[in-house]
């Protein structure tokens, strides 16, 4: 089952939720770009910009019933506006337990919002970094299942 695939909260009371969340894990900018759907904030000194990916409304899970049917203009519509307001419930997920991990210490702010920080350039070290790699970078492969099993043994 998908979390908050039935929620009631609007997406602005969600983006409320988040922004109390970010003020009190010491946020000290906060804002929404309406345009390009991203959350901004400035938390330790490190300006952090993550983006809010809208539901596909060609998807099956909105196009279709849980029973396979395909649904009307008005029922994909309303299925699309759930789809979004379950994404903005899953945002605020995924800062409330990204954050406390980093006020717990479990893991450093750096390598938990590394993706996510901002360049002077105006992109993220993601949306700067991951077009340049490529599936054959040897330093970012894993070893195989089997040469794992092995160094276990």
Do not use: C
């Not at 759930?82 to 702010?109: H, N, P, Y």
């Not at 340049?132 to 040469?147: D, G, H, Y």
């Amino acid at each position: 089952m998908k979390y908050a695939n039935k929620t009631k909260v609007s997406i602005e009371n969600s983006q409320i939720e988040i922004q109390k969340l970010l003020r009190k894990y010491g946020a000290t900018r906060y804002a929404i770009d309406w345009k390009n759907n991203n959350i901004l904030f400035e938390l330790f000194g490190r300006s952090v910009r993550i983006h809010v990916k809208d539901p596909n409304i060609n998807d099956k899970e909105i196009q279709l019933t849980p029973s396979r049917y395909q649904r009307n203009s008005s029922n994909i519509q309303i299925a699309f506006n759930q789809a979004k307001r379950q994404m903005w419930r899953v945002m605020l997920l995924f800062l409330k337990s990204t954050l406390e991990a980093i006020d717990m210490g479990v893991i450093e702010l750096d390598q938990a919002m590394f993706p996510y920080f901002l360049l002077p350039n105006g992109k993220t070290v993601a949306e700067q970094l991951l077009p340049q790699l490529s599936s054959n970078v040897s330093i970012l492969s894993l070893p195989q299942f089997t040469e794992m099993k092995k160094e276990n043994e």
